[in-house]
């Protein structure tokens, strides 16, 4: 008798417990997953229990502010308008007069990178060639590179880990660089007009390329203390020398006062 109340009992707290937990899943899955879920913890059908750690509160997700795009330098072919004939084409009297449409197909709007860069590349030269037929002069020369450099340029601040062409242009600069140098000796007047037309600003080479190592530059510092303490030594020597000598020029004179 005492066995079958003791089942009973125990059969009833199994079924409770099982409703009390199909009734907690089935609000949990009714809840959404942006709400609040320590309400479910507070209901009274959840017991507390202790050394239960709580529930973290929601984390709100707010919008972001939109990231600002950076702008680059401007291009050197942005003053190329866009209505202007292509190179090829800008010669043929037939295309100045052909209707919009053709002339729109051989503009620059509709021109590959290229084509622009080569009719840029053409203006530069044209502001500091010799004559019309001067193709392969130091200034002509100077023009090129200096369209290719700023190319070189525009591209690496799209792409800086293009090392193939940060390479073309480290060499481009340094042919340049030569170039200016040799013109700076020969024609200083076509240096100065290269560099005025063109926009280039020319910076002196160093006297010597040394290596600054901690050794040389505690030996630079020694050799400079050296120096100074050099100098002050035959500055005291030309003083004793002014002195003695003035001295003797004192009593020659004194000497010859008595004479007299």
């Given amino acids: 008798m005492f066995t079958n109340i003791g089942l009973r009992a125990v059969l009833k707290v199994q079924a409770s417990v099982l409703r009390e937990s199909s009734a907690a899943l089935c609000c949990a899955a009714s809840v959404k ?64 007069t052909t209707d919009d449409l053709v002339k729109r197909l051989l503009s620059l709007e509709l021109a590959s990178h290229k084509e622009k860069l080569q009719l840029k590349q053409e203006q530069l030269i044209a502001k500091v060639q ?5 193709r392969s002069s130091e200034e002509v020369q100077v023009a090129i590179l200096t369209a290719r450099i700023r190319n070189y340029q525009e591209h690496l601040q799209k792409h800086h880990k293009d090392k193939a062409n940060k390479r073309r242009m480290l060499m481009a600069i340094d042919r340049r660089k030569k170039i200016l140098k040799h013109l700076r ?54 003083l004793k020398i002014k002195q003695s000598s003035g001295s003797t020029d004192t009593e020659s004179a004194k000497t010859n006062a008595a004479e007299i």
């Fill in 33 to 96: 997953p942006w709400t609040n879920r320590s309400s479910l913890l507070s209901g009274p059908n959840v017991r507390s229990v202790a050394g239960s750690f709580a529930v973290p509160q929601p984390v709100r997700h707010y919008a972001r502010a939109a990231k600002k795009k950076k702008t680059g330098p401007e291009s050197q072919l942005n003053d190329l308008p866009p209505t202007m004939l292509k190179m090829d084409y800008a010669a043929v009297p037939l295309a100045q």
């Fill in 185 to 238: 000796l020969i024609r200083y007047d076509a240096f100065e007009k290269v560099c005025e037309q063109l926009g280039i600003t020319y910076t002196f080479p160093p006297e010597y390329y040394r290596r600054a190592t901690r050794r040389w530059m505690a030996k630079k510092e020694f050799c400079i203390k050296v120096f100074k303490a050099v100098q002050k030594q035959k500055a005291e020597q030309r």
């Fill in 130 to 134: 010799r004559d019309e037929s001067d």
